[in-house]
Nanobody
């Protein structure tokens, strides 16, 4: 089993920044892909950004130029630096690990962008 714990969410004003973290523990071993997803009530969960074991990244159109995904493989930790936040970024953000074709999800962290 793999456990994921997200942190770093909160309330921020438009134009502000937040940094999300996700720590993976348990039976985790390379290679594995990590990613951030988000979901608002009534909508499907959507990809924000992902990063492979080799550091290749992929961003949604809404995240490009504002968000940066990174990982510290030695610490099994995933990050999402979010800048220039907009009210439409408000959502629950989830961390996902893909390991041996299985998906593991964290419990989510709320991000609210509001003045």
């Amino acid at each position: 089993q793999v456990q994921l714990v997200e942190s770093g969410g909160g309330l921020v004003q438009p134009g502000g920044s937040l940094r999300l973290s996700c720590v993976a523990s348990g039976r985790i071993f390379s290679p594995y892909t990590m990613g951030w997803y988000r979901q608002v009530p009534g909508k499907l969960r959507e990809l924000v950004a992902s990063i492979t074991n080799r550091g290749s990244t992929n961003y949604s159109d809404s995240a490009k130029g504002r968000f940066t995904i990174s990982r510290d493989s030695a610490k099994n930790t995933l990050y999402l630096q979010m800048n220039s936040l907009k009210p439409e970024d408000t959502a629950v953000y989830y961390c996902k690990v893909v390991l041996t074709s299985r998906n593991y999800w964290g419990q989510g962290t709320q991000v609210t962008v509001s003045s």
